[in-house]
């Protein structure tokens, strides 16, 4: 069983940034693509970025374009969501995700095999 595990959550300010962590325990970490979801208060959770197994393609939700950015670092078992420019309505819990296998990138949230916990990302207006 692959554990997944988020960190960097916080509470920021509009216009601030934070950065998140995802680290996955698979030992074949570099065969996975990784996607990031969110959801916030009352609302269906919803794609925000994926990423490729070996980083060549990401993909994001038109939300966030030019904002977050996704990136990995296989030798590190782990996956990076750089969020800049929040607002407020970033506001929400984000959810790491892992599809094992998986060339390319996918926005489609049961694709993907093993989720984290979520952390918290709480931004004020």
């Known amino acids: 069983q692959v554990q997944v595990a988020e960190s960097g959550g916080g509470l920021v300010q509009a216009g601030g940034s934070l950065r998140l962590s995802c680290v996955a325990s698979a030992r074949t970490f570099s065969t996975y693509a990784m996607g990031w979801f969110r959801q916030a208060p009352g609302k269906e959770r919803e794609f925000v970025a994926a990423?490729?197994?070996?980083?060549?393609?990401?993909y994001y939700a038109d939300s966030v374009k030019g904002r977050f950015t996704i990136s990995r670092d296989n030798a590190k078992n782990t996956a990076y969501l750089q969020m800049n420019s929040l607002k407020p309505e970033d506001t929400a819990v984000y959810y790491c995700?892992?599809?094992?296998?998986?060339?390319?990138?996918?926005?489609?949230?049961?694709?993907?095999?093993?989720w984290g916990q979520g952390t918290q990302v709480t931004v004020s207006s």
């Open positions: 990423i490729s197994w070996g980083g060549y393609s990401t």
């Open positions: 995700a892992a599809a094992p296998g998986r060339d390319g990138v996918s926005e489609i949230s049961h694709e993907y095999d093993y």
